[in-house]
């Protein structure tokens, strides 16, 4: 897997950021261009091919970056990527905003133009698989939340008020992921059921050497089952998220198509708003080498 980036390039950039006193969030994108992210998914297609090994382009945010995954699996290389909801969504310009903080993580936010591509990427089936990067941070955590009945405060984002590169990266995902896409692909005719299930469960199941255990509902498989409402509606954001974390990038956002119970290995998980988890519910899965390549 690659997290395509020029972190040279970067470090680079940081240290003139800085020196002449550009600190405030957006910054963190400028330090990060787009051309290091389309320079290092060619290199790294080009290592694939020399190396004939498969590749996977993790978290992708750049329209070049989609340009040059078309490029190398035109050429018949194995190599697959992903992308991430707030890539589709979100742009340079949020971190503009008096709250920039909440939007940085790595790779950063890009502009318009690569939310469209990103998009065209998914619709003609060159990405192949929209995951989350989670990776959540408190906006302020000198405020304590509640969160599974206990008081829970954690340094955050305020860590970094004066200088972008002391800012956590990382953002909240992991929930908003599925009932955020279903509203804004399936509900608009840009994907098909079938083709959220794929690029959502099925796909990644595949490339990871997981399916059928995972990733399909057959004999033999793990009943892990969503029951989905598509007729739900919500009005979005940090109360109904469950994330922990004291903000949401979707606030206000009005889903409609929302999971109402969700089996993990035939066990009821969610059912409405009730959980019924516990630490040590998980299992570890071997994965298989030698996946297939999609």
Same mark, same amino acid.
């Given at each position: 897997?690659?997290?395509?980036?020029?972190?040279?390039?970067?470090?680079?950039?940081?240290?003139?950021?800085?020196?002449?006193?550009?600190?405030?969030?957006?910054?963190?994108?400028?330090?990060?261009?787009?051309?290091?992210?389309?320079?290092?998914?060619?290199?790294?297609? /080009?290592?694939?091919?020399? /190396?004939?090994?498969?590749?996977?382009?993790?978290?992708?945010?750049?329209?070049?970056?989609?340009?040059?995954?078309?490029?190398? =699996?035109?050429?018949?290389?194995?190599?697959?990527?992903?992308?991430?909801?707030?890539?589709?969504?979100?742009?340079?310009?949020?971190?503009?905003?008096?709250?920039?903080?909440?939007?940085?993580?790595?790779?950063?936010? =890009?502009?318009?133009?690569?939310?469209? =591509?990103?998009?065209?990427?998914?619709?003609?089936?060159?990405?192949?698989?929209?995951?989350?990067?989670?990776?959540?941070?408190?906006?302020?955590?000198?405020?304590?939340?509640?969160?599974?009945?206990?008081?829970?405060?954690?340094?955050?984002?305020?860590?970094?008020?004066?200088?972008?590169?002391?800012?956590?990266?990382?953002?909240?995902?992991?929930?908003? =992921?599925?009932?955020?896409?279903?509203?804004?692909?399936?509900?608009?005719?840009?994907?098909?059921?079938?083709?959220?299930?794929?690029?959502?469960?099925?796909?990644?199941?595949?490339?990871?050497?997981?399916?059928?255990?995972?990733?399909?509902?057959?004999?033999?498989?793990?009943?892990?089952?969503?029951?989905?409402?598509?007729?739900?509606?919500?009005?979005?954001?940090?109360?109904?998220?469950?994330?922990?974390?004291?903000?949401?990038?979707?606030?206000?956002?009005?889903?409609?198509?929302?999971?109402?119970?969700?089996?993990?290995?035939?066990?009821?998980?969610?059912?409405?708003?009730?959980?019924?988890?516990?630490?040590?519910?998980?299992?570890?899965?071997?994965?298989?080498?030698?996946?297939?390549?999609?």
């Amino acid at each position: 897997m690659i997290h395509a980036e020029n972190g040279d390039v970067i470090d680079i950039l940081i240290d003139e950021a800085l020196k002449i006193g550009n600190k405030s969030p957006v910054w963190h994108a400028r330090t990060r261009p787009a051309w290091g992210a389309v320079e290092a998914v060619l290199r790294g297609s /080009a290592l694939a091919a020399q /190396a004939g090994a498969p590749l996977y382009i993790v978290h992708m945010n750049a329209a070049g970056e989609v340009d040059q995954l078309e490029y190398a =699996r035109n050429q018949g290389l194995p190599i697959m990527g992903e992308t991430c909801p707030q890539y589709l969504f979100f742009s340079e310009e949020n971190l503009e905003q008096a709250d920039g903080a909440k939007w940085i993580c790595s790779p950063p936010m =890009r502009s318009k133009k690569d939310n469209t =591509r990103l998009w065209e990427g998914l619709e003609k089936g060159i990405v192949k698989v929209v995951a989350t990067d989670h990776c959540p941070f408190f906006f302020d955590g000198s405020k304590p939340i509640q969160y599974e009945g206990e008081k829970v405060a954690i340094p955050g984002k305020e860590l970094g008020k004066d200088d972008f590169t002391k800012i956590p990266n990382g953002l909240p995902g992991v929930g908003d =992921r599925m009932p955020v896409m279903w509203t804004t692909a399936v509900n608009t005719g840009r994907m098909t059921q079938n083709e959220f299930v794929a690029i959502h469960c099925t796909n990644p199941a595949k490339i990871f050497g997981l399916y059928p255990k995972k990733g399909s509902i057959l004999a033999g498989s793990d009943a892990d089952i969503v029951i989905w409402d598509p007729d739900k509606t919500v009005s979005y954001g940090v109360g109904s998220s469950h994330h922990r974390t004291d903000y949401n990038l979707y606030e206000g956002w009005r889903l409609k198509g929302f999971p109402v119970k969700v089996f993990s290995r035939g066990k009821l998980l969610v059912d409405g708003n009730s959980w019924y988890g516990k630490k040590g519910d998980g299992k570890f899965v071997h994965r298989k080498p030698f996946a297939e390549i999609l």
